[in-house]
């Protein structure tokens, strides 16, 4: 019997491919409704990509973070003023990436064919992850779509503000890192041994700082892609180390145990958790479902096994608030606002102000880091290249000196 390929989704709503075998197109297929697999294509193992929705563009297209957040605003505002079906074709035609037209569109077939708006998008996973799936479904459960479909919007919007203000405060430091880094490398790997060969000669010992600078400079000239494969190799193997959930995990922890940095990654991470959730609870999601579905946004591995670890605890019937003392990795300040929005029932409110506050925390203590960082590198990038002049100046001195006797 021929090989089929297939890409489909499974119960869970993850993404499966592979192969079968199979008598034909319509057995193939039949196999995997069988095995309650929502089928996205499936096509013989030696056939050429069919246009339009091959296996390789449905495994490669998919929304980026920019594209979800503008599709959700864009949705939540269509949808108050027209049916969902219309507001989904008129999303697909207006979209100008190919990539986002696939995905709306199939998304929208889905609609088509009389599924919920969140089962549609479950033929999209790598777009659509399960947390989002679940906000919609309990949108559509509520009758207030929209509404969920807004919040939606303003947690990925504010994600992407945060993230932006990262990446911004980290830019101009890493590259001027870079940069003090290279000049000084092509000091010492060109200029030094060009600058040395004027003293090979001389016959009177050189002073201390200009041997060392000779020594480390020959090194880094004969030696520099040894050192490049090392720095190679080294990333390597942290990356394939990474990927162990042990190691991970330990070194996580580790990293939220370190005395300035890991209060940072501390507050930047519970502060996404906390307005992850109070969303989830204004659009109201039940709280352990809220805390499942929380856990595999958060990165820090250690974080998120604490968090797995609240969803046990509430389920047991105890607070949130006590769960969250108890873990002992969260901020006092987060553990206090949820005890006071579960006294008060306005738990998705209190949320949202630790949220605000985390992140107004780590916007200040950010950006009197990244002003401290900068002057830092210059002072040692100043530092490197002294010391190297110096090394330089004083075999010439020294030579000054032994003419003029």
């Known amino acids: 019997m021929p090989d089929y390929r297939y890409v ?12 079968l075998a199979a008598a ?12 309650k697999f929502h089928i996205l294509a499936v096509e013989p193992a030696g056939a050429r990509p069919a246009r339009g929705r091959s296996l390789l563009a449905l495994r490669k297209t998919r929304l980026s973070r920019k594209d979800l957040a503008l599709f959700t605003r864009q949705l939540a505002t269509l949808a108050e003023v027209a049916p969902l079906e219309e507001a989904l074709r008129t999303l697909t035609r207006q979209s100008e990436a190919e ?3 696939t995905v709306i ?11 919920r708006l969140a089962d549609a998008m479950a033929r999209q996973p790598a777009s659509f992850p399960p947390l989002y799936r679940a906000m919609v479904s309990a949108g559509e459960t509520t009758g207030s779509l929209t509404v969920i479909l807004a919040r939606l919007a303003d947690l990925l919007e504010r994600q992407a503000e945060v993230r932006g203000k990262l990446i911004a405060a980290l830019a101009y430091p890493l590259v001027l890192a870079v940069v003090a880094i290279g000049v000084v490398a ?9 600058v040395v060969e004027q003293f090979t000669d001389v016959g009177q010992q050189l002073p201390f700082l200009t041997r060392a600078v000779i020594a480390i400079s020959g090194f880094a000239a004969s030696w520099w892609w040894l050192v490049a494969l090392q720095l190679a190799a080294a990333t390597f193997g942290w990356i394939r180390a990474m990927r162990r959930p042990a190691f991970k995990a330990r070194v996580d922890a580790r990293l939220l145990r370190l005395p300035l940095l890991g209060r940072l990654l501390r ?4 502060a996404r958790f906390a307005r992850t959730l109070a969303t989830m609870v204004s659009s109201r999601l039940p709280l352990v ?14 974080l998120a096994g604490a968090t797995a670890g ?7 019937g105890g607070s949130l608030s006590a769960a969250l003392r108890d873990a002992g990795i969260f901020p006092p300040l987060l553990v206090y606002m949820t005890a006071s929005g579960e006294s008060a029932g306005r738990l998705e409110t209190m949320l949202e102000r630790a949220a605000d506050y985390l992140e107004r925390e780590f916007d200040r203590f950010t950006a009197a880091s990244m002003a401290l960082l900068e002057p830092v590198i210059i002072v040692l990038m100043g530092s490197c290249v002294a010391l190297i002049i110096l090394a330089i100046l004083l075999p010439i001195l020294q030579l000054q000196n032994l003419a003029g006797l």
């Open 310 to 316: 609240l969803v046990d605890r509430v389920r047991a």
């Open 99 to 101: 990539s986002a037209r």
């Open 105 to 115: 569109g199939d998304v929208h077939a889905g609609l088509l064919e009389g599924r």
């Open 186 to 194: 092509a000091l010492m790997i060109f200029v030094v041994p060009r």
């Open 289 to 302: 479902e809220g805390l499942r579905l929380t856990v595999p946004t958060i990165r820090n591995a250690a």
């Open 8 to 19: 489909a989704i499974d119960p869970r709503g993850r993404e499966r491919t592979g192969r």
């Open 24 to 35: 034909n197109d319509d057995a193939a297929r039949a196999d995997l409704v069988a095995r």
């Open 267 to 270: 507050d930047l991470y519970a």
